[in-house]
């Protein structure tokens, strides 16, 4: 079964600490992102990769930045956490190219991060 | 801007009922439309999809209508269960350019017996 593995599931940290959020896949999809998921607002795309070394801005990057130097691993970091990114974080990936709807994405389970 | 919008914050409907969950979109690019289940501490799953030379699309309780004059879609659940309670968000493409899926707000579903 394919699978989206995001290691942590709820993390609390302060304000102005350095947050990392790991997300694995093991399907070899090309495409991975990084969404927020807030009442209200839905889920909004923070940033997405499309290959090793490779990210682009989603519509809400301030604050995040990304990392990908493995194909099955994507990384969110908050460089110095601030209360309004106390969020509900999900990470996802797609295929390369179109395979239908219902590959279009796959979500990991979702990282619940609170900051103080 | 809000180019996906689902206006009804939260829905109740009673076990054996249809549910009707409903989804405006404002962007006349879109051609492929989905709905994604999210239960509690779970990642939302793929659930049905629509492409827009269709109106209906139909899979076993769920069936999803589009209505491109109107930039309206909506998902039909029929008959409603317990187990459907969840909070539902419909979605967008263009050009079935995946790394542009366009999410709504979200609809939260309530199935009580």
């Known amino acids: 079964d394919v699978k989206v593995t995001q290691s942590s599931r709820y993390l609390v940290k302060r304000t102005g600490e350095k947050v990392f959020l790991e997300c694995v896949q093991d399907?070899?999809?090309?495409?991975m992102f990084w969404y927020r998921q807030d009442p209200g607002l839905g889920l909004r795309l923070i940033y997405f990769s499309y290959d090793v070394k490779m990210k682009e801005k989603g519509d809400i990057p301030e604050g995040y930045s990304v990392s990908r130097e493995k194909k099955e691993r994507f990384s969110l970091i908050l460089e110095s956490a601030s209360t309004n990114q106390t969020s509900m974080y999900l990470c996802?990936?797609?295929?390369?190219?179109?395979?239908?709807?219902?590959?279009?994405?796959?979500f990991g389970a979702g990282s619940r991060l609170t900051v103080l | 801007d809000q180019q996906v919008k689902q206006n009804s914050p939260s829905l109740s409907v009673q076990e054996g009922r249809i549910s009707i969950l409903n989804c405006d979109y404002t962007?006349?690019?879109?051609?492929?439309f989905l709905w994604y289940k999210k239960y509690p501490a779970e990642g939302p799953t793929f659930l049905i999809s629509i492409s827009s030379i269709k109106d209906k699309n139909e899979d076993g309780r769920f069936t999803v209508f589009l209505n491109k004059s109107a930039k309206h879609l909506s998902l039909h659940i029929v008959p409603s269960q317990p187990g459907d309670s969840a909070v539902y968000f419909c979605a967008a493409l263009v050009s079935y350019n995946t790394d542009k899926l366009i999410f709504g707000t979200g609809t939260r579903l309530q199935v009580f017996p």
């Open positions: 962007n006349s690019m879109f051609d492929y």
């Open positions: 399907m070899d999809h090309e495409n």
């Open positions: 996802a990936s797609s295929p390369g190219g179109w395979q239908g709807g219902a590959n279009v994405l796959t």
